[in-house]
T-cell receptor, first 113, second 113 residues
Framework: DQQVKQNSPSLSVQEGRISILNCDYT??????FLWYKKYPAEGPTFLIS?????DKNEDGRFTVFLNKSAKHLSLHIVPSQPGDSAVYFC????????????FGTGTLLAVQP | EADIYQTPRYLVIGTGKKITLECSQT?????MYWYQQDPGMELHLIHY???????EKGDLSSESTVSRIRTEHFPLTLESARPSHTSQYLC????????????FGQGTRLTVV
C-alpha cells in the first residue's frame, strides 16, 4: 500500500511560469518531508525539505508547502527554467532512530523554452 | 558536493551468476542505504546500515545481502542472479544528525538475461 503518492506522472510548463508538483501521504506519523530531483542516468539529489511543525519552507525559486490536515504537500518552482526539467520525487520520513525515507513514484517535469 | 560512488554503472549478466554492486562514500557518513527502483515506480528501501557491522533489511524484501566492514563501503551481493533482479539499484548515505537528507550515488542499472 503506497504511503506517499504522486498522482501526476508528468507535468509540462512554459519557461518563466510556475510549476506546481503535488504529493499526498497517508501516514500521520511522518514528521519530515523532502523533495528530490533526478536527472536521467543520475541518482536523486536533495532539493528542499520541510518539518511537520512548519507549513512553508522557501529556498530561492523553490518553495514547499505542507498542509498537515489534508496530508498534502506541494513544491512550487518560480520561475521555471528549462534546466528544471527532471523527475521530482516526494519523500517522507518517520524520524527518530530509523530514518527510513518513503518515496513517491515521481513526477516528470518538462519546462518548455 | 556529494561524494558517493557506485560501480558498475551498467551491468548485463547471465542467470545464476554471483554479482557484487559496489558503493563507496568519502563523506564519513554513518548511515548508508540501498534502494531499488523499477521504471516509473517509487524507490524501495532494501537494506540500510547505521554504521560498521550494522545491517538491517528494508521495507522491500530482497534476496540480496549487504555488508558494512568499513564506514565508507557498503557493497550489495546477489549470490545467484535471476531475471527478476533486473532493476536499478541506488546507494545513498547520510549523517546521523541530518539523516533524512540522503546523498545518492548515480545508480547501477542491472540486467539479468
Amino acid at each position: 500500500d503506497q504511503q506517499v503518492k504522486q498522482n501526476s506522472p508528468s507535468l509540462s510548463v512554459q519557461e518563466g511560469r510556475i510549476s506546481i508538483l503535488n504529493c499526498d501521504y497517508t501516514n500521520s506519523m511522518f514528521d519530515y518531508f523532502l523533495w528530490y530531483k533526478k536527472y536521467p542516468a543520475e541518482g536523486p539529489t536533495f532539493l528542499i525539505s520541510i518539518s511537520s511543525i512548519k507549513d512553508k519552507n522557501e529556498d530561492g525559486r523553490f518553495t514547499v508547502f505542507l498542509n498537515k490536515s489534508a496530508k498534502h504537500l506541494s513544491l512550487h518552482i518560480v520561475p521555471s527554467q528549462p534546466g528544471d526539467s527532471a523527475v521530482y520525487f516526494c519523500a517522507a520520513d518517520y524520524g527518530g532512530a530509523t530514518n527510513k525515507l518513503i518515496f513517491g513514484t515521481g513526477t516528470l517535469l518538462a519546462v518548455q523554452p | 558536493e556529494a561524494d558517493i560512488y557506485q560501480t558498475p554503472r551498467y551491468l548485463v549478466i547471465g542467470t545464476g551468476k554471483k554479482i557484487t554492486l559496489e558503493c563507496s562514500q568519502t563523506m564519513g557518513h554513518d548511515k548508508m542505504y540501498w534502494y531499488q527502483q523499477d521504471p516509473g515506480m517509487e524507490l524501495h528501501l532494501i537494506h540500510y546500515s547505521y554504521g560498521v557491522n550494522s545491517t538491517e533489511k528494508g521495507d522491500l524484501s530482497s534476496e540480496s545481502t549487504v555488508s558494512r566492514i568499513r564506514t565508507e563501503h557498503f557493497p550489495l551481493t546477489l549470490e545467484s542472479a535471476r531475471p527478476s533482479h533486473t532493476s536499478q539499484y541506488l546507494c545513498a548515505s547520510s549523517s546521523l544528525d541530518r539523516a533524512a537528507e540522503a546523498f545518492f550515488g548515480q545508480g547501477t542499472r542491472l540486467t539479468v538475461v
